[in-house]
């Protein structure tokens, strides 16, 4: 929630996807490019260690390795939405993890990477922009 408020409801969010869709016209617009730029790095950097601390104490401990895992899955959503489609990202992530928690009623836990990647090279060899995906 706080991601879309920010990218869609503040003047930073719509700097963010001007620069993104079209720099040149960001630049022509006004939009600081390299103060923007830094500012969507740092706010990467702040939202990744918020995860790593949280993952850390749900799993009780850390390693440089912790969210592997959960980055492979990340990719793999955002392929199968489409890349830059944020709504259908939060679709996808649902749809699999209900798909992955029905699976491992049936199949060992560790198939559960193995359906996501299925499932992700299904939707790139029929629709390559992904399910929500649209033409840029």
């Known amino acids: 929630a706080f991601l879309f408020w920010l990218l869609y409801r503040t003047r930073t969010g719509r700097a963010f996807r001007a620069i993104a ?17 830094f500012m969507s790095y740092a706010l990467t950097g702040v939202l990744g260690g918020i995860t790593a601390v949280l993952m850390s104490v749900l799993l009780g401990s850390a390693s440089a390795g912790l ?57 790139i060899l029929i629709k390559p922009r992904g399910i929500f995906g649209s033409r840029l």
Do not use: C
Request: no cysteine.
């Open 21 to 37: 869709e079209d720099p040149a016209g960001a630049r022509l617009a006004g939009i600081p490019l390299l103060k923007t730029g």
């Open 67 to 123: 969210g592997d895992q959960l980055g492979h899955k990340v990719l793999a959503v955002s392929i199968i939405a489409g890349l830059g489609n944020l709504k259908g990202g939060l679709v996808a992530g649902l749809l699999l993890g209900i798909l992955e928690a029905l699976i491992q009623g049936y199949l060992a836990g560790s198939w559960s990477n193995a359906i996501a990647f299925v499932i992700m090279l299904v939707v």
